[in-house]
């Protein structure tokens, strides 16, 4: 177990589950931002085959792969000598498994650096060796999938097995498009568990129109989203299912699920994103420049302490505009402050 506690911030990890608990000065207190990141989300690369209509980094053959030496650099600077290192690492491209480097990437995160390696994969390029060194160094992988992908039902399963026989907690990430929130429904009544038993959970991913996602591809459907919200709190599935931090805010607002056990959004006050060329924002698709900070120019120190304050202070002060008359506020961090279209409260009122 991983155990950190400091004046007015306590966290504990455990490595083997990846259950984190965290709290402020006592238990009822929930701190406002950690001291130093819980996790990095670092994209190893933009390279990738597969040309996803809705990928937010326009990831394609013509992406470049992050040095070994610049991610072991990465890891050093996100290894601080008064808060230790960060939890958790979550892989990302591009396709991770096209790195020439992928298993000496999770090996050093894990054997020397002592942080957890997750990754999100299209699931088309495992094989012996990738699979062994998942086993023996990640946390848990994720396969992107949806029925508009060119995975089939048949072999997202197959993929399920096979991680599930190695030992592997692999989960499903589906991103929820105006395309795919009628299947997402379909998914919550239970139309694809015979495909997806063998995963851990589904974790819906909110649509981000940036890169080559369009705008149109935003959730618009506020019958369809009711739905969706409907079986959230009611779900015919037997697979556990989870949100990514855009989502959160909607759940708050239009479920009824516990929200003393979710977190809003985390980026820039839990969470850091770092891309392959040492680029770090709050998130993966941060779109404001004036967010943009590259490692050899700035210590990782004196971005998360001092030039990451500017964005914090503007999300606490003007992202909840529109939310005076929710009764979550108080839990919540408001609108995306980089996309509107995130913003699905809008669509229920």
């Known amino acids: 177990m991983i155990r950190k506690h400091f004046e007015g911030y306590n966290f504990m990890g455990i490595p083997e589950t990846g259950i984190t608990f965290r709290w402020g000065a006592d238990f009822s207190e929930d701190p406002q931002m950690a001291p130093w990141p819980e996790l990095a989300d670092i994209s190893i690369s933009n390279y990738c085959t597969n040309e996803c209509s809705y990928c937010y980094r ?14 072991r650099f990465a890891l050093q600077e996100l290894t601080s000598e008064k808060y230790g290192s960060i939890f958790q690492v979550a892989l990302g491209g591009g396709e991770p498994l096209l790195h020439p480097d992928f298993t000496e990437i999770i090996r050093i995160t894990r054997e020397e650096f002592g942080i957890i390696p997750n990754y999100t994969t299209s699931g088309k390029f495992f094989n012996p060796e990738n699979i062994e060194a998942t086993r023996d160094y990640c946390g848990a992988v994720a396969i992107s999938w949806d029925p508009y992908r060119d995975l089939t039902t048949e072999e997202l399963s197959e993929i399920g097995s096979c991680l599930k026989d190695n030992g592997i907690l ?9 395309a795919t929130i009628n299947d997402a429904v379909d998914l919550l009544n239970g139309k694809y568990d015979e495909y997806i038993k063998e995963f851990n959970s589904v974790i819906f991913l909110t649509y981000k129109p940036t890169g080559r996602a369009e705008n149109s591809g935003s959730i618009k459907s506020a019958g369809a989203l009711r739905a969706f919200l409907d079986l959230v709190d009611d779900p015919v599935t037997s697979v556990k299912i989870g949100f990514d931090a855009c989502f959160v805010p ?7 699920v516990n929200v003393d056990l979710i977190d809003s959004c985390e980026c820039g006050f839990f969470s850091v994103y770092i891309n392959e060329n040492l680029d770090v924002t709050p998130c993966s698709f941060c779109n404001d420049s004036s967010y943009h900070y590259n490692l050899k120019q700035f210590s990782f120190e004196e971005i998360w302490e001092i030039k990451f304050s500017e964005y914090r202070d503007y999300i606490d002060t003007s992202c909840k505009s529109d939310c005076a008359e929710c009764d979550k506020i108080s839990g919540c961090r408001g609108k995306c402050p980089f996309f509107n279209d995130l913003f699905l409260c809008g669509l229920l009122d």
């Open 58 to 71: 326009k990831s394609s053959e013509e992406g470049k792969f992050m040095s070994l030496e610049d991610y």
């Open 170 to 178: 692999a989960n499903i990430h589906y991103v929820i498009s105006e």
């Open 250 to 256: 909607v759940l708050m607002k239009a479920t009824g």
